[in-house]
Each structure stands twice: as structure tokens, then as C-alpha cells.
């Protein structure tokens, strides 16, 4: 166990919806990143946010958005689904993020937009 | 543009056997290159890293040889064990912000027992 929370496990929606994934990173770390993974683009970054602030942006779409909160946890947030949206999306922790932190990943949240 | 090539796609080998995949870059201000380890239902889980004044770093039965002419590098599962099946992924990432990997596609090993 990574010590990383994602909720849920599974979501499945339609095209056009809205969806909040979760992430609560492990005790102590500060930064909190986002990782798509899918069959064609592989694992790819996201966003990264530390101690509230956004730090590192990727290849994030505009529907997409997220925020780190006070108490550290993270939601990020996919509007306008489409069918190219279905993936398994990862949230990692690390301590600090400022050099080459272990990042711990979560068991992530896949998503199926039908 | 893919920075970061990994092959081969699939590999199976017996037990005992010593897997080797091979990854390749091409920005040269890398200067941090980890390894993942995914097992089904997992999230990714460093498995080992390496810098580039090295040519090669053992931990355990992982090793992970580097060349940083060719800009290649390849890790190496000694003695592998049908635990090791999984999907190894290669990164390469780079300072001046916050050393976010960027991964090869991955590379789906079998062990056969």
C-alpha cells in the first residue's frame, strides 16, 4: 500500500458529464500530482500542485481543472466528457517536489465515458 | 514526439531467465532517469533511478546500465522470478522544476515459472 487514496475506484458516465476525482496523498507530503494513462498516449502528466499552489502543468486539457486543498487533498475536476477521456487517471504524492522525490502513486480511478 | 522510446513491447522469458529493456531519450538536459514497476491494478511504483555520471547501479537483482553518449539506457532483471511479471515503464525527467518523469509506453513482462 503506497499510502495514497483515490476515490472512487471506478466511475462510469456519459458523454457531456462532469466528474471530481479524489486523492488524499500520503501523511506529510506536500505536492500531489496527475497522471492520465490510456492505451494510446501512455502515462502522461498532468498537472502537479505543492502545498496548495499549482507548480507543473502538462498536458492538461482546458475542460479539465484541479486544486489542491488546505488539508493537502486534491480533486480533480473533467468537464465535457468525451470518449477519448476514458483512462485510468493516477494521483502520486511525494514530500516536496522541488527535486527528484520518490513520487508514491494511488491504485487511481478509472474512468468510462460511454 | 515521443522523448522517451522504449522497446521491446512485450517480453517473455522462463524463470531465471534475464530480461532486458532497452530505453532511449533524446533532450540531453535529462539528468534523472527512473524506473516503474506496475503490477494489474496498481499504480506505477519506483523501482529503481539512476543519474547520468553513472554508467550502471545495482539494487538488488535490478540493475540499470547508462549510456550517456548513445543517450540510452536499459534495465536488467537478474535470476527474474514469476513475481517480476508486471509492466516496466523507463522515465527520464530533468531539474530546473519539479523532475516530472516523462515515461516510455511501457514494456509488458512475463515470467514464465
Known amino acids: 500500500d503506497s499510502g495514497v487514496t483515490q476515490t472512487p475506484k471506478h466511475l462510469i458516465t456519459a458523454t457531456g458529464q462532469r466528474v471530481t476525482l479524489r486523492c488524499s496523498p500520503r501523511?506529510?507530503?506536500?505536492?500531489v500530482y496527475w497522471y492520465q494513462q490510456s492505451l494510446d498516449q501512455g502515462l502522461q502528466f498532468l498537472i502537479q500542485?505543492?502545498?496548495?499552489?499549482?507548480?507543473a502543468k502538462g498536458n492538461i486539457l482546458e475542460r479539465f481543472s484541479a486544486q489542491q486543498f488546505p488539508d493537502l487533498h486534491s480533486e480533480l475536476n473533467l468537464s465535457s466528457l468525451e470518449l477519448g477521456d476514458s483512462a485510468l487517471y493516477f494521483c502520486?504524492?511525494?514530500?516536496?517536489?522541488?527535486?527528484?522525490?520518490?513520487?508514491?502513486f494511488g491504485a487511481g480511478t478509472r474512468l468510462s465515458v460511454l | 514526439q515521443q522523448q522517451v522510446k522504449q522497446s521491446p513491447q512485450s517480453l517473455i522469458v522462463q524463470k531465471g531467465g534475464i530480461p532486458i529493456i532497452n530505453c532511449a531519450y533524446e533532450?540531453?538536459?535529462?539528468?534523472?532517469f527512473p524506473w516503474y514497476q506496475q503490477f494489474p491494478g496498481k499504480g506505477p511504483a519506483l523501482l529503481i533511478a539512476?543519474?547520468?555520471?553513472?554508467s550502471e547501479k545495482k539494487e538488488g537483482r535490478f540493475t540499470i546500465s547508462f549510456n550517456k553518449s548513445a543517450k540510452q539506457f536499459s534495465l536488467h532483471i537478474m535470476d527474474s522470478q514469476p513475481g517480476d511479471s508486471a509492466t516496466y515503464f523507463c522515465?527520464?525527467?530533468?531539474?530546473?522544476?519539479?523532475?516530472?518523469?516523462?515515461f516510455g509506453r511501457g514494456t509488458s513482462l512475463i515470467v514464465h515459472p
Open positions: 502520486a504524492s511525494s514530500v516536496a517536489g522541488g527535486g527528484p522525490d520518490i513520487q508514491y
Open positions: 522515465a527520464a525527467s530533468r531539474g530546473g522544476g519539479s523532475y516530472i518523469p516523462t
Open positions: 533532450n540531453t538536459a535529462f539528468d534523472y
Open positions: 500542485y505543492y502545498n496548495g499552489e499549482e507548480r
Open positions: 539512476i543519474r547520468p555520471d553513472v
Open positions: 501523511s506529510g507530503d506536500l505536492s
